[in-house]
């Protein structure tokens, strides 16, 4: 079955380190997506980085870089030089096929807290 | 470009009643998908709209209804309201259609008493 796992449901870092945020996935599929969204207490999801199964390199879109280590099936989103606005939940998502649909699972969230 | 938006933004029903959601895509974007979004369920994918027609559903009860209109816009049905429907309800367009990379709107907070 398709599963996805974020083991750290809060997280803390200062001001300017780097933080990674865990997510491993479980499929048995070889074409599957992994994406990763932000939702701050606003409560709109914003999509900030995606890693296809095949994707040789990792993902990178400014301080956004996604871990992607298909082996372990990891997939850990890595957000350099936190920032006070980096303050929010953190999803990590699946797609993979099923069928002839398409499916997307989502992780239940890290909330992360950057402290001043 | 306008993002996705939802109204209303808060509702508050009572058991028994119906409600109405609606969301307008970004514009371009034929594709809108649905979700709840709970404490303890977490983010649950309702349906997809693409150009009029419903693509892909999950796994809720026919009380979750929805459609799309020729403008893309989408609304959401649910009927027979009870506790355990209190949400944040989340739609999101997408360009090349679900799962692929979404856009959201801000939610609709429903509260059922």
């Known amino acids: 079955a398709q599963k996805i796992t974020q083991t750290q449901p809060g997280m803390f870092v200062q001001e300017k380190e780097a933080v990674t945020l865990d997510c491993t996935y479980d499929t048995s599929d070889q074409s599957y997506g992994l994406f990763w969204y932000k939702q701050p207490s606003s409560g709109e999801m914003i999509f900030l980085i995606y890693?296809?199964?095949?994707d040789e390199q990792n993902a990178t879109e400014g301080r956004y870089s996604l871990n992607f280590q298909k082996a372990r099936k990891s997939a850990n989103l890595v957000i350099s030089a936190s920032q006070l606005g980096d303050s929010a939940m953190y999803f990590c998502a699946m797609s993979y096929n099923a069928g002839n649909n398409r499916k997307l699972i989502w992780g239940l969230g890290t909330s992360l807290a950057v402290n001043p | 470009k306008a993002g996705v938006t939802q109204t209303p933004r808060y509702l508050i029903k009572t058991r028994g009643q119906q409600v109405t959601l609606s969301c307008s895509p970004i514009s371009g974007h034929r594709s809108v998908s649905w979700y709840q979004q709970t404490p303890g369920q977490g983010l649950q994918f309702l349906f997809e709209?693409?150009?009029?027609?419903?693509?892909n559903k999950g796994n809720f009860p026919g009380r979750f209804s929805g459609r799309q209109f020729s403008n893309s816009r989408s609304e959401m049905n649910v009927s027979t309201l009870e506790l355990g429907d209190s949400a944040l309800y989340l739609c999101?367009?997408?360009?090349?259609?679900?799962?692929?990379?979404?856009?959201f709107g801000p939610g609709t907070r429903l509260t059922v008493l």
């Open positions: 709209y693409f150009s009029e027609t419903q693509r």
């Open positions: 890693q296809g199964s095949y």
């Open positions: 999101a367009s997408s360009l090349e259609g679900f799962p692929d990379t979404q856009y």
